[in-house]
């Protein structure tokens, strides 16, 4: 790690995830945390310095090992942005393999890394997770989205009729 300084993520679990700087550094929110981008700026004083840690009370320790998996191999290679509107419903064709791959993961992962990607603030990896959900329900009837978000339908079915008439007057 080049003597860069140490950043230790803590998630919601206890457990901590020491990462280089230049990785943390991809959340505003580990950054806010720190003092802002003028904290990194002093070399004097991190000799022997001990990890700096940085608690994430929302994000789960499966779901943090994957954020920083992420944002380990952006480093290495940036993701393509995602331009919009989109030419193709098929990931690999919007963003490289690797991040296509890294967003083939069960529903329940996927929803936790839009919340770790939101609540960290690392815009790279929200839009590539809300890319991926977007496909994931394009094409899907209410019923299904209701059943894929684990929603209960707003109306009881007698209910449902009297709320469509009065809608449509």
Same mark, same amino acid.
């Given at each position: 790690?080049?003597?860069?300084?140490?950043?230790?993520?803590?998630?919601?679990?206890?457990?901590? /995830?020491?990462?280089?700087?230049?990785?943390?550094?991809?959340?505003?929110?580990?950054?806010?945390?720190?003092?802002?981008?003028?904290?990194?700026?002093?070399?004097?004083?991190?000799?022997?310095?001990?990890?700096?840690?940085? %608690?994430?009370?929302?994000?789960? =320790?499966?779901?943090?090992?994957?954020?920083?998996? /992420?944002?380990?191999? /952006?480093?290495?290679?940036?993701?393509?942005?995602?331009?919009?509107?989109?030419?193709?419903?098929?990931?690999?064709?919007?963003?490289?393999?690797? /991040?296509?791959?890294?967003?083939?993961?069960?529903?329940?992962?996927?929803?936790?890394?839009?919340?770790?990607?939101?609540?960290?603030?690392?815009?790279?990896?929200?839009?590539?997770?809300?890319?991926?959900?977007?496909?994931?329900?394009?094409?899907? =009837?209410?019923?299904?989205?209701?059943?894929?978000?684990?929603?209960? %339908?707003?109306?009881?079915?007698?209910?449902? %009729?009297?709320?469509?008439?009065?809608?449509?007057?």
């Amino acid at each position: 790690m080049d003597g860069d300084h140490i950043i230790k993520l803590t998630s919601k679990d206890g457990d901590a /995830y020491e990462v280089p700087i230049k990785v943390a550094k991809m959340s505003k929110l580990v950054v806010e945390t720190l003092g802002g981008d003028e904290a990194f700026d002093d070399d004097d004083d991190d000799d022997e310095q001990e990890a700096t840690e940085v %608690p994430l009370p929302n994000v789960s =320790s499966p779901v943090l090992e994957k954020v920083i998996a /992420y944002c380990k191999h /952006y480093q290495e290679e940036e993701m393509t942005p995602i331009q919009t509107p989109l030419k193709s419903s098929k990931l690999e064709e919007l963003v490289q393999q690797w /991040y296509a791959d890294f967003v083939k993961v069960p529903k329940n992962m996927l929803f936790d890394l839009v919340a770790a990607a939101n609540f960290m603030d690392i815009k790279p990896l929200l839009d590539l997770t809300c890319l991926a959900v977007s496909i994931m329900i394009k094409g899907k =009837s209410a019923a299904e989205l209701r059943e894929m978000f684990n929603i209960s %339908p707003e109306f009881a079915s007698e209910e449902e %009729p009297a709320q469509t008439e009065a809608a449509a007057s």
